[in-house]
């Protein structure tokens, strides 16, 4: 019997790298998009001139996860006019090491049999079954791979080496539901990296949030601006002219955090950003705390601006705020605003 978690699965496709280099779309099951077509051979790297070879990346567009594998064609197999492929799973659920795995099989039987009726019964299986064997006497077990492991797999404290103190910037503009873009030349920097960011604000456990490999398109970028607050990963450096898409931009080459204009405001710092941001360097820097752990540090402090705040809603009536409310507590200005945009992001002001 399929369970909720196979069905999380929507398509399996496969594109293909020929010895004329030519890049086909050449199979798919059950069916795909014309618009998640082309999606996939864009992000797919066969399709790049050769630039930059990527084993795997994965995305999201339309409310898809996308997760693309991809593999060099090494002499001798059953595909002789096939120099390169990829395996392109499309699914409902953010899960990218769940999909790494099945899709390494996938590949693995397309290597051995030179035709996609092995890989779609196995498919099928996994569909079914929720398992499948690989030939090399393994299983896939759909059950491995729990959802809070995909949400905890990036490393927390890189970010925080990296950033220290300026973390605060990115966890405030996650509370806040503002929009982060995040570039990087190399998509499995910013893979690595984005992934990590929906974990400070943890007690929402919305990685929906998370784009992390747009293209400078119009139907992706039209994609992006449907979501109220995201974090989005870009490859082409020319994203940083682009002011209109983001209220907080990471250059992760250089380190640098920059709060754009229009946010400036809602995104002031005070002496409670100064306490989170030391609750969140001190915990990341400890080298017996593990990456959750530091999460689930970051998360109680969050936790309990989250009850003061309700408490404070609780007090008013229909349990909204008002900043008139708000005022009669003589909250430091940095605070009171925060607090109110907080109150906004987590549907608690009266509007």
């Known amino acids: 019997m399929a369970t909720t978690e196979t069905q999380l699965m ?3 496709g496969l594109i293909e790298k020929d010895v004329n280099g030519d890049t086909l779309w050449v199979w798919c099951y059950p069916s795909v998009s014309a618009e998640l077509r082309q999606l996939l051979l864009r992000k797919c790297c066969l399709t790049q001139d050769g630039r930059d070879f990527h084993t ?12 693309i594998t991809t593999l060099e064609v090494q002499e001798p197999t059953a595909l002789n006019k096939v120099t390169h492929f990829s395996i392109a799973v499309t699914a409902k659920d953010f899960n990218p090491e769940k999909y790494a795995a099945l899709s390494r099989i996938l590949c693995r039987m397309y290597v051995k049999h030179g035709s996609p009726v092995k890989m779609m019964e196995a498919y099928i299986t996994v569909l079914t079954k929720g398992v499948c064997q690989n030939d090399e006497n393994g299983s896939f077990l759909i059950k491995d791979y ?23 910037i990115l966890y405030t503009a996650l509370m806040l539901k503002k929009r982060i873009v995040v570039h990087h030349p190399r998509i499995e920097a910013l893979l690595e990296f984005t992934r990590v960011l929906p974990a400070l604000a943890w007690h929402r456990k919305d990685w929906s949030i998370l784009h992390p490999y747009v293209h400078l398109t119009a139907a992706e970028l039209d994609d992006l ?50 306490d989170v941001a030391q609750v969140i360097v001190q915990s990341a820097e400890d080298a017996e705390r593990s990456d959750s752990q530091v999460i689930k540090d970051i998360s109680i402090k969050t936790k309990e601006i989250l009850t003061n705040l309700f408490a404070l809603a609780d007090a008013c009536e229909d349990s909204k705020l008002t900043l008139e409310v708000l005022k009669q507590h003589h909250f430091p200005p940095a605070t009171e ?3 109110f945009h907080l109150a906004a992001a987590e549907q608690l002001l009266r509007i």
């Not at 729990?146 to 605060?168: C, H, N, P, W």
Request: some cysteine; proline content about 3%.
């Open 10 to 12: 929507l398509s399996v």
């Open 146 to 168: 729990d959802v809070r492991k995909a949400y905890l797999a990036g490393s927390i404290k890189d970010v925080v080496s990296q950033f220290g103190m300026e973390t605060i």
């Open 225 to 274: 601006k449907k979501c109220p607050g995201y974090v989005a990963g870009f490859v082409d450096p020319e994203v940083s002219n682009r002011l209109e898409l983001f209220d907080v931009f990471v250059s992760l080459p250089d380190s640098v955090i920059t709060v754009s204009q229009g946010a400036k405001d809602a995104m002031a710092m005070g002496k409670l950003h100064k």
């Open 56 to 67: 795997f990346v994965f995305g999201q567009f339309s409310r898809t996860w996308y997760y």
């Open 337 to 339: 605003n925060f607090l």
